[in-house]
């Protein structure tokens, strides 16, 4: 049994995670993000908020094993905010995140990427040292269930009387219809996987080229098909929502792009913010789907 932990401790240990919560967002992004060419506000921004009060913060870890992680973690926090707040801030112009600049070539903004990412590759262990330490010595909070627990899914769909008829997109290119003008969708479908009933107030697709830099984003229309209003929408208890797009719009935008496209994912947003994103899925196993979306065009 870990010895029990002076008072200062605990309290300096529950400042940590208040600034930085072991289940938040910002974690899990840069745990599996590829690449730092852009970075959402709602990653940065509380990660370089906790960096001046965590710096500052004093009295020091009574237990010196601690008090040398905390160092170590203060330090790594401190350069991967140097890389973050040399990035540009664009949520003027849609997107909420900061951008790497382009500094003239794409080997020096290569470059850039790759001193972010180095950052961001010294900050997560010396954080999950901090709290493995936190929790071997006893001072770490059970981690309280999240109350969201929604999944996200990317489907074709084809409009069929009554509705439109999904299906997952390696099936997408043989959706039946009686009407062979009806239109082609690419459907986000969120659905909570709990008791709790939130709502979805925004969704979209995403496509990232294979380095993981974002190649397009498409944020699905408020109203759908019938000019229906379909965002946002409320989930009930363990019940799903669907919400769609135009699949000519992405499957246009993905045949510009062609090689650089490698894959793409549905996200959906709550009301408060909570961004849930689906599987990546693979541009190939889009292809039957997104063939049969543009052989109308061309014809």
Known sequence: MPA?????????????????????????????????????????????????????????????????????????????????????????????????????????????NRQACQARDQFIPAYTRMINLLNIKGLLPPTPKDPLDITVALLAARWVPGGALTVPLALGAKLPSTDPTAPYYFVVEAASRNDQAPQIAAAGIEVIQPNGDAAITHLLPARGPGHRLQLPFQLSAYGAGQAVLNAMEVAAAIRVLGDAAAQARAFARTGNGRVFHGPWVPVEDMQPFLDVVLAPADS
């Open 4 to 112: 029990t932990p002076c008072a200062g401790d605990t309290d300096k240990a529950a400042r940590l995670l208040r600034l930085l919560p072991q289940d938040g967002y910002w974690y899990r992004w840069l745990t599996d993000a590829e690449t730092m060419f852009r970075v959402p506000l709602t990653v940065s921004d509380p990660v370089c908020d906790a960096h001046r009060p965590l710096e500052t913060d004093l009295p020091d870890y009574v237990d010196p094993e601690l008090q040398d992680a905390d160092r170590d973690l203060v330090a790594a926090l401190g350069a991967l905010c140097f890389e973050l707040n040399g990035m540009t801030d664009i949520s003027d112009e849609g997107p909420d995140v900061l951008e790497i600049d382009h500094p003239g070539t794409s080997a020096e903004r290569n470059a850039l």
